[in-house]
C-alpha cells in the first residue's frame, strides 16, 4: 500500500493500481443490508473443498447426475490468479466456484440448446399469443389446483393442466380473434396444500394497476396485447460505440416533474431528458421501473419483476423513453432489482410461498429465505425455474424495451449470507472466500452478466457492492463475476463524515486521496459524492449540508452571498471535481444534485399526510436567472464537457503527484489534463508551483472561481504556461517538468497542454 504523509504529501501515487491490490471496505448501512436472523448455516459445502476432485452430485431435469468438482477449467489456470496474485491462497474456492459456473451452464445448454435460449422464459410462461390463441403456463408445483380468473370470463375459474417439473397449462381460443382483450383483469387461483383458495397476480405478468386513488389497494394483474397499431416502434438504435466512460444521471422518472405528482414516462422523455443531455451526461439509471406497489420503497420492493411501473405509464409509454434516450446518444441502464423481492402475497411473488419445500419455491424456506429489517423474500438462486425467471428477466428489459444494461441493486446482500450486516470489510481476503460467500448468488451473478454480455455487445453492468469483494468486475472468462464497474459506496459516506464532524482546516489531502483512489486494480468504479441514498429523507444532500437553512433566504444572485452560501457554492463544485478526477472511471449523480437541490426526498405516506411536495424537481430553481443554482448547474455542464471532450475518466494515464496538507492542495494527472485543487478555506497560492509530466506551453480549460460558475473571476483566462525542465533526481514531486499557477481558495483549475 502506497503510504501518505499526513503533515504533507509529494511523490506520485499511480491511479491505475489505486493504492495498491486490496480495497478496504466498509460496514454496509443497515438502510441499505439489514441483518436477518439466521437459525441454521447454509452453503457449508461451499468453502473450500475437501479434495479437488468429487464434491458432489444433483440430477438434472433429463435424469443425469452433473458432478461438481474444484479443477480449473481447461486452460488449467484461471486468469484472475495472474492479475492479482492474492487470490493464489484461495484457488480451491475460486475454482470450485468457477466450476460451479461451468456446470450449471453446461446442464442449461445440454437442457435449453444455449443460455439465450433458457432466458426466453417470458417466451413461453405467461401470457403467450399466437394464431389467436392464448396459451397461459405458470410454475406452481405446490398447488393442488390451478384456476385462471379475470373480467373476460365474469372471474369464474378455468383450470389449468398440470405439466411436467411443477408447470400448469391452458390454451385458450380456436379462432383467429384473441379470446382475452387487450386490457383484460387477470389473476390465478391457486389451491394451496392445506386446500383453501387464494387469488394472485401472474407472476410472468408484463402489466398491473390498481386505482390511482386508493393507497395500499392490492393490485390487478393486466393482459397486455395492443393492436399493432398502438405499439410503439423503435426509431432509434442503441448508441453505438458504447461510451468509452460512462456519466450516469441517476433518475426516478414518478419524481421528475416540477408538479406535486407522479410524472409520467413521456412527460419524462420531452421535458426532463432535454436537460440531461444539455448537462453533457451520456447515460440514464432509471429507477423504480419494475412495479413495486409501495410506492415509497423507491422502487426496491418490487412486487411484479416484468411489469413496468404502472404509476408512470404503460409499457408503450417506457418505449417511447426509451427510444427517446437513445435518439439523443444515451445510453439506458435499469435499476434492476434481483437481490430480494417483496413479501406481498396478494399481488407479488410470495404469494406463490405456501410454505412447501425449497425445490418447488422462489424463495429460500424458513428464516434463511427472509430479510428480517428490508421485510422481504430472498431468492433461492439455486432453483432451476428460478434462474429461469431471474435470468429471463434480465434478458426481457434488454430485448422488449431494449435497455443497454443494469444496475444490480443490492449485491452485498447477495455475495454473502450475513448479508453484509455487522460486518466491517478490513480487506483481508477471507472475508470474501469462505463459509459466509453465496456460492448460488454469485453463479447466478455470473451468468447473468455473461447473458448481459451475450445479447448486446454493448451491455453495461454495474454492482452496487460496498464489500470490495476481488473479481466482481474481472470478466467470467476469467473466473470473475463479470460486472462491468463497481460503485464506490464508501466515497459519499467518507464525504459526509468529512462536512459534518471537521472544520475545512482539518481535511486531510491525503485522506481524500487514499479514499478517493482505494479501488481495485484493473476493475472499473463508477464514482460519485453523492446519489439517492444520500437525498432521502432522514439525510441530506452536499448542498444542503454545506449550506443549511441560508438556501431559503441566501441564494439570490442579485446580492452578495452570504457567508455559508459562498462556502457552499465553492465547496460543491470542488467536491464534485476531484471525486470526478480521481475517484474512478465512471462517474453518477442524482437527479437534481447538479445544481444543489435544496432539501430532501420525502415519498408520499400516512407519516406526511400522503404529500408529494417532497416527491418532486424543483427545476424553476435552476431555471431561474435570478438565483444562484444556475451557477453550479453550469459548471457541472462545463465538466462533463470537459470530459466528453477529452475523455479523461478513462485513460490509462493516471497519478496523483501531490497532497500537500499544510497548504491543502491536491494536484493530480488524468489523461492530458492536470487538475489543481485548493482546499484551504482562505489562502491564495500566487506563483504556486506544480509537477507536471509533459513539458511545453499549457492553457487553463476549467475554472471553478470564474463569474460564469457564481466564482470571483480571480484567475485570468488568457494567460499562457510554460514548463521548466526539473533536472533534479526525481524530478519535482516524481514528475520531470514544472510551472507556476495561481490557485484561489476552494477552487480547481484543469490546465491540458497546448500543442504548438
Excluded at 282 to 307: C, D, K, P, R, W
Aim: aromatic share 12%.
Amino acid at each position: 500500500r502506497a503510504e501518505l504523509a499526513m503533515e504533507g504529501f509529494a511523490g506520485i501515487v499511480d491511479l491505475r493500481r489505486g493504492l495498491g491490490q486490496r480495497q478496504v471496505g466498509s460496514a454496509v448501512h443497515a438502510s441499505r443490508a439489514p441483518p436477518r436472523r439466521r437459525t441454521r448455516t447454509r452453503g457449508a459445502d461451499l468453502c473450500k473443498p475437501k479434495s479437488k476432485g468429487y464434491l458432489g452430485a444433483r440430477e438434472n431435469r433429463r435424469g443425469r447426475m452433473l458432478r461438481f468438482c474444484a479443477t480449473p477449467p481447461e486452460s488449467g489456470r484461471l486468469k484472475v490468479y495472474d492479475v492479482d496474485p492474492m487470490l493464489n491462497e484461495f484457488r480451491d474456492h475460486l475454482d470450485y466456484r468457477y466450476r460451479r459456473y461451468r456446470e450449471q451452464l453446461d446442464a442449461i445448454v445440454e437442457a435449453e440448446g444455449s443460455l439465450e435460449n433458457f432466458a426466453c422464459g417470458y417466451d413461453r410462461m405467461g401470457f403467450c399469443v399466437e394464431d389467436g390463441k392464448v396459451v397461459y403456463r405458470e410454475w406452481a408445483p405446490a398447488a393442488q389446483q390451478v384456476q385462471l380468473i379475470g373480467d373476460f370470463n365474469d372471474w369464474k375459474g378455468w383450470a389449468l393442466e398440470r405439466e411436467a417439473f411443477g408447470t400448469w397449462k391452458l390454451v385458450l381460443g380456436e379462432e383467429s380473434e384473441c379470446p382475452v382483450p387487450h386490457g383484460s383483469r387477470v389473476k390465478v387461483r391457486l389451491q394451496t396444500p392445506h386446500g383453501n383458495w387464494v387469488d394472485r397476480i401472474p407472476a410472468w405478468i408484463t402489466y398491473a394497476t390498481v386505482d390511482a386513488n386508493s393507497f395500499g389497494a392490492a393490485y390487478d394483474g393486466v393482459f397486455w396485447n395492443p393492436p399493432e397499431s398502438e405499439r410503439h416502434v423503435f426509431r432509434n438504435q442503441r448508441p453505438s460505440p458504447a461510451p468509452n466512460a460512462l456519466r450516469i444521471y441517476e433518475c426516478h422518472v414518478g419524481m421528475s416533474g416540477q408538479e406535486p405528482k407522479v410524472s409520467t414516462y413521456r412527460e419524462f422523455a420531452d421535458e426532463v431528458l432535454p436537460r440531461i443531455k444539455a448537462c453533457n451526461y451520456n447515460a440514464i439509471q432509471l429507477m423504480a421501473v419494475q412495479e413495486h406497489s409501495y410506492y415509497a420503497s423507491f422502487g426496491y420492493h418490487v412486487t411484479n419483476a416484468f411489469a413496468v411501473s404502472s404509476r408512470s405509464g404503460s409499457p408503450e409509454d417506457l418505449k417511447y423513453l426509451v427510444d427517446a434516450a437513445h435518439g439523443m446518444g444515451m445510453v439506458v441502464i435499469m435499476d434492476l432489482v434481483h437481490s430480494h423481492a417483496s413479501n406481498n402475497a396478494s399481488d407479488g411473488l410470495n404469494g406463490y410461498d405456501f410454505g412447501q419445500k425449497e425445490e418447488d419455491s422462489y424463495f429460500l424456506s424458513g428464516d434463511a429465505g427472509y430479510h428480517q429489517q428490508w421485510d422481504s423474500r430472498l431468492f433461492n438462486y439455486r432453483n432451476w425455474e428460478v434462474l429461469r425467471y431471474l435470468l429471463s428477466n434480465v434478458k426481457w428489459w434488454l430485448q422488449e424495451y431494449h435497455f443497454d444494461g443494469f444496475r444490480f441493486d443490492g449485491v452485498t446482500s447477495m455475495l454473502y449470507h450475513h448479508h453484509g450486516i455487522n460486518t466491517a470489510f478490513t480487506g483481508s481476503y477471507s472475508e470474501y472466500f469462505g463459509l459466509s460467500t453465496n456460492v448460488d448468488a454469485v453463479v447466478y451473478l455470473m451468468l447473468a452478466n455473461q447473458l448481459i454480455h451475450s445479447c448486446t455487445k454493448q451491455g453495461v453492468s454495474i454492482a452496487e457492492d460496498v464489500s470490495g469483494m476481488p473479481t466482481l468486475c474481472r470478466p467470467v472468462s476469467e473466473g470473475g463475476v463479470g460486472f462491468d464497474y463497481r460503485l464506490a459506496m464508501g466515497v459519499p459516506d467518507r464525504w459526509i463524515e468529512i462536512i459534518k464532524h471537521l472544520p475545512d482546516e482539518e481535511w486531510s489531502m491525503g485522506d481524500l486521496v487514499s479514499t478517493l483512489c482505494n479501488r481495485r486494480y484493473t476493475e472499473k468504479t463508477i464514482a460519485y459524492s453523492e446519489s439517492h441514498d444520500q437525498s432521502i429523507v432522514g439525510d441530506q444532500t452536499i448542498a444542503f449540508r454545506l449550506m443549511g437553512a441560508e438556501m431559503y433566504t441566501g441564494m439570490s444572485a442579485l446580492e452578495e452571498a452570504p457567508q455559508a452560501v459562498a462556502r457552499g457554492m465553492a465547496l460543491c463544485k470542488v467536491i464534485r471535481a476531484v471525486t470526478m478526477a480521481i475517484g474512478g472511471e465512471g462517474w453518477l449523480n442524482f437527479m437534481g444534485n447538479e445544481f444543489g437541490h435544496p432539501e430532501w426526498i420525502d415519498f408520499p405516506r400516512e407519516g406526511n399526510g400522503w404529500s408529494y411536495d417532497k416527491c418532486r424537481r424543483r427545476w424553476d430553481l435552476a431555471d431561474s436567472p435570478h438565483l444562484r443554482y444556475k451557477f453550479l448547474l453550469s459548471f457541472d455542464a462545463a465538466l462533463e464537457g470537459l470530459e466528453e471532450e477529452h475523455q479523461f475518466l478513462c485513460s490509462p494515464h493516471q497519478l496523483v503527484s501531490e497532497a500537500n496538507e499544510a497548504k491543502k492542495t491536491i494536484v493530480a494527472e488524468r489523461g492530458a489534463l492536470v487538475f489543481v485543487f485548493n482546499f484551504h478555506h482562505s489562502e491564495a497560492y500566487e506563483g504556486y508551483k506544480i509537477g507536471v509530466g509533459m513539458p511545453g506551453k499549457y492553457a487553463l480549460v476549467l475554472d471553478s472561481d470564474a463569474g460564469v460558475f457564481g466564482g470571483q473571476g480571480r484567475v485570468y483566462h488568457d494567460a499562457e504556461y510554460f514548463t521548466t525542465p526539473e533536472d533534479g533526481e526525481g524530478g519535482f514531486n516524481g514528475r520531470p517538468c514544472s510551472m507556476q499557477v495561481f490557485t484561489p481558495p476552494r477552487t480547481v483549475l484543469v490546465f491540458r497542454r497546448v500543442d504548438e
